[in-house]
């Protein structure tokens, strides 16, 4: 079983800043990347930011939406994936998911697990 727990989620005033963690635990043999997704309400789930093994800045990628304002980051020794989230703007808010895509033992598959979710309010 794996298990991934997010937290700091809230409401902020446009413009402030909000850090998401996720972390995983339970039977991990590897993980290969962790990211953020999220989803508003009547829309899809997007990607917002991952980032490969590596764990190096070079490693990660943005929604352009959030390029210059978010920064992704990994603490590979805990299993745990960060979203500092600068200058937020109400179009910003949604359910954040975090997502680890990992393999289980050395003969696994790899697959995705997801996190409950945690929401960001952006208020104008």
């Known amino acids: 079983q794996v298990q991934l727990v997010e937290s700091g989620g809230g409401l902020v005033q446009a413009g402030g800043s909000l850090r998401l963690s996720c972390a995983a635990s339970g039977r991990i043999f590897s993980i290969n990347a962790m990211g953020w997704y999220r989803q508003a309400p009547g829309k899809q789930r997007e990607l917002v930011a991952a980032?490969?093994?590596?764990?190096?800045?070079?490693?990660?990628n943005y929604a352009d939406s959030v390029k210059g304002r978010f920064t992704i980051s990994r603490d590979n020794a805990k299993n745990t994936v960060y979203l500092q989230m600068n200058s937020l703007k109400p179009e910003d808010t949604a359910v954040y998911y975090c997502y680890a895509r990992l393999r289980s033992s050395p003969v696994a598959a790899i697959y995705d697990y997801w996190g409950q979710g945690t929401q960001v309010t952006v208020s104008s």
């Open positions: 980032i490969t093994s590596g764990g190096s800045a070079s490693s990660a």
